[in-house]
């Protein structure tokens, strides 16, 4: 790409799971009519959602994740279709499948980090039920299709776990081609969540702040997170959950990047936070350690050379890009 006079380095564009490429189309979702002439196109695909994972095809050693709609009742019945928008090729759509529809086969002691569990189609060996994570950790699919799968993922997230009326209990029904669930029963509306994650280094000078959680792999240190709180500023949250999780203070925070987080459906808020105090205090119950590093001890850590063998998340993270960020500024 060349480089125009108002060229930015958008940090966020660089992170996994961003860089959706649809026209969302939001200003149709109501027109029913419009819609179904939609879904009935020659070129309408869907994505679709087994229990949280994506049920791809197998395509020798690859996977295919795109199905035509008459492709996709014959993998068992459908509980809802989303229209996701419109791309160059035709009309996206995301399909959550019946758990009737697929077997949990195992459940692995180990399903913490990543979704291990072993679930299948019945009868549909040519199909695949896969972790997302895995998957793009694998770098199986190119940065739009991710970023599709990770939409689709989150919103029929949502749909799977609001299918009663939080107001009055009755069963809801999917509006506006997926983007809104109505209560016949109270006429409340409700609308897929996002839930905001501040994420944050805490940076003093030349030394930044990483934590370990029991559930990391073994030697990797990543940015401290939490859920942003109702109430909150971004900036209040960041200095709440520094304090909480390692007893530092911290003044002045800038805003670096943000990250859409398909698991299940959060928006990760990354953050720099200038340190006024320097004495770590961790809390046990969040963290197994936390503590500073130099910035050379960062930049070895992001190449895979860091003496003691202790690693940075995976590009996939934001939490690389800001470690990135701040270490190669
Ligand atoms: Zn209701």
Known sequence: MSASPDAF?????EVGFSGDPLDRLSDRRDDAEF???LRAYPAA????????????????????????MDEVGKLGQARETVLLGRRAGGPVFATLLDDAASRIEEVPADNTY?????????????????DLRSLTMRGAFDRPTTAMLAGAKSLLYWHARHRFCSVCGAPSTLAAAGWRRECQACKAAHFPR???VVIMLAVDGDRCLLGRQPRFPKGMYSALAGFLEPGETIEEAVRREIKEEAGIDCGKIDFVASQPWPFPSSLMIGCLAKAIS????????ELEDARWFTRAEARSMLEGKHPDGLTAPQPLAIAHHLLRAWALA
């Open 9 to 13: 380095r958008e940090i966020s564009a």
């Open 194 to 196: 996002t839930d905001p």
């Open 35 to 37: 819609v179904d002439g």
């Open 114 to 130: 990543l979704d291990r569990r072993v679930i299948v189609i019945p009868g549909r060996g040519d199909v695949r039920v896969t």
């Open 45 to 68: 695909r869907s994505l679709v959602i087994a229990r949280d994972m994506p049920v791809l095809k197998v395509r020798g050693e690859a996977f295919d994740p795109w199905f035509a």
């Open 278 to 285: 320097v004495e770590a205090t961790v809390d046990r119950t």
